[in-house]
């Protein structure tokens, strides 16, 4: 998506950061899509990975042009987490689809 916007943080620490170690993970995710013109751009899943790429949290809101989500993950010895996010339309570019993510945000790293 051109210009989805997608920001978060986890225990205060902005995506990209290097957290101390914890043992309970608190996200603040915004995800921001301001086309509300087209319903393709709603955004409909967010997801938050882990280690291996394993799915560790999934929110499926009433899709939605803007979403807030705050969820807290035990940290059971987890060295990385990053956030996925879909929209109705699979994003801009040719070929779009629904069905795979339009955005893959920098992730934190948990220190451990």
Known sequence: DKNIQCRYSVNGQIMGATLSPAGLY???????????????????????????G???????????????????IPGKGNKYFFVRVWNAGGGDAPGAD???????????????
Do not use: C
Request: aromatic fraction near 10%; avoid cysteine.
């Open 54 to 72: 394993v799915v560790v949290k999934t929110y499926q809101p009433t899709p939605a042009y803007r979403v807030e989500w705050t969820p807290s």
């Open 26 to 52: 608190h996200f603040d995710i915004l995800i921001n899509d301001p086309d509300t013109d087209n319903p393709n751009d709603k955004i409909t899943k967010i997801d938050i990975v882990s280690d291996s």
């Open 98 to 112: 629904p069905a795979k993510p339009v955005a893959w945000l920098a992730p934190v790293w948990t220190g451990k």
